[in-house]
């Protein structure tokens, strides 16, 4: 998959984030291609639903959002292997939604950890509060650091957490503790050993993928 731009850490999420909806819509698809307003509109979440990645050679190595699995197809760089019943509109066709699809040229994936994101810190959280257990989708969660900034802490896998506004605003500049919150579960890293796990998880939800994981 092609590098891309490093993502900016939110700390304190005093403000709900804005609407997306607008002109970023298709940004990510190829010209001619580009996916409209009116198929997100009916649905939100379709766009971040979770979507298998297969090597060349069917190994599981990744889960992805439905808009970046798009891009993938519509850039020929991969094939889908299995597809959802919706569909997404662009400006001449109406394409199926992929379930999990398969990279045409085979990737190494190095045994380490993965690079520290906030769309893997979400990714790890499975896009739930840490503070409240409520799921949330991506936009309307933050990152929250367990130890603050002002206190020496790091941003860092193990003091990142995804958090709800409504938590991040009542935690404030204060240790769990202090504001009287408890993490759902200690903070990790995110290896492939979790990201395997993951897959397990969802596979669960979505028999699509179960074939394909076989470890």
Not at 7 to 30: D, N, Q, T, V, Y
Not at 183 to 200: D, N
Request: aromatic content about 6%; overall charge positive.
């Amino acid at each position: 998959m092609s590098a891309r731009r490093p993502e900016s850490f939110e700390s304190r999420g005093r403000r709900a984030p804005e609407s997306s909806g607008k002109a970023s819509a298709g940004s990510e698809s190829p010209a001619g291609s580009r996916i409209h307003n009116s198929g997100l509109m009916r649905r939100p979440s379709l766009m971040q639903d979770p979507v298998l990645v297969l090597n060349a050679t069917y190994e599981p190595i990744n889960v992805t959002a439905v808009r970046r699995a798009m891009v993938l197809l519509l850039k020929g760089v991969a094939q889908a292997e299995e597809m959802h019943n919706s569909e997404v509109h662009s400006a001449a066709h109406a394409h199926r939604v992929p379930s999990v699809i398969r990279l045409l040229a085979y990737r190494h994936i190095p045994q380490q950890s993965r690079a520290l994101s906030r769309k893997n810190i979400l990714l790890r959280d499975r896009n739930t509060c840490q503070f409240c257990g409520a799921i949330f989708p991506s936009s309307e969660l933050t990152l929250d650091h367990v130890v603050p900034r002002s206190r020496g802490g790091r941003s860092s896998w193990e003091n990142l957490v995804a958090c709800c506004y409504r938590c991040n605003n009542s935690k404030g500049d204060r240790t769990p503790e202090e504001a009287g919150l408890k993490l759902a579960r200690r903070p990790r890293p995110f290896t492939l050993h979790t990201s395997r796990q993951l897959m397990r998880l969802i596979g669960h939800r979505d028999e699509r993928w179960r074939k394909y994981l076989f470890y």
